[in-house]
Structures are given as structure tokens and as C-alpha cells.
């Protein structure tokens, strides 16, 4: 099993800016993916971004940018720096890995944390 523990979300002003961590304990995946996903509130899940062990990162159009993922493999922890952040970027983060090859998907992800919020006044 994997866990992972999202950390540091909380209220911001717009233009501000937010870095959240996400520390992954237990049994660990060399190659893994780890993606980071947002639920605003009535809306889906949605893709944010992943990160590849190499470090190589790919993100959706919405945060693209201004949002930027990467990862400390020495520690198993991966960051989310959100920069330029609008009201429209409030939402629960999430954190997910993947021991697939490429993974945009949320059902191509295995593991999930439990989410942290982050919320964006005007």
C-alpha cells in the first residue's frame, strides 16, 4: 500500500500564491507517476498535472503556466507551486500515483490522498 498526505492548502488572495506538498509513505514506486487533480465544489474531479520519476511534467490548459509540479524522489514528496492563482482554482486538491507508464486519466491512478483545500477570494 501507498499513502499519501497532502499538506498546504489554505486561503489566499487572488494573484497569490500556494505550494502543496505531498509525502508518499509505505511501499513506493521507482517509475511512478504522480499526478495532482482538483474538485471545485458541484463540479468533477479534474486533471491538473503529473510528474514523471525524470521529472519531465505535462499539465492541463487551466493552469498551464502558472502552476508547476516537482518532486524530491530522495524524499517521496511532490510539489504543486500555484502562482497567478484566480477564485476559479479554488477547489480540494489532490495527489495521486500511478505505477503505469503514462497516466492522465483518474482511473489510471492507484493511490489518492485525501485532499487539501485551497481557496481563492477576489
Known amino acids: 500500500q501507498v499513502q499519501l498526505v497532502e499538506s498546504g492548502g489554505g486561503l489566499v488572495q487572488a494573484g497569490g500564491s500556494l505550494r502543496l506538498s505531498c509525502a508518499a509513505s509505505?511501499?513506493?514506486?521507482?517509475?511512478?507517476?504522480m499526478g495532482w487533480f482538483r474538485q471545485a465544489p458541484g463540479k468533477e474531479r479534474e486533471f491538473v498535472g503529473n510528474?514523471?520519476?525524470?521529472?519531465?511534467?505535462y499539465y492541463a490548459d487551466s493552469v498551464k503556466g502558472r502552476f508547476t509540479i516537482s518532486r524530491d524522489n530522495a524524499k517521496n514528496t511532490v510539489y504543486l507551486q500555484m502562482n497567478s492563482l484566480k477564485p476559479e482554482d479554488t477547489a480540494v486538491y489532490y495527489c495521486?500515483?500511478?505505477?503505469?507508464?503514462?497516466?492522465?486519466?483518474?482511473?489510471?491512478?492507484?493511490?489518492w490522498g485525501q485532499g487539501t483545500q485551497v481557496t481563492v477570494s477576489s
Open positions: 495521486a500515483a500511478s505505477s503505469a507508464a503514462w497516466a492522465l486519466y483518474q482511473h489510471e491512478y492507484n493511490y
Open positions: 509505505g511501499r513506493t514506486f521507482t517509475n511512478a507517476i
Open positions: 510528474i514523471r520519476w525524470s521529472g519531465a511534467s
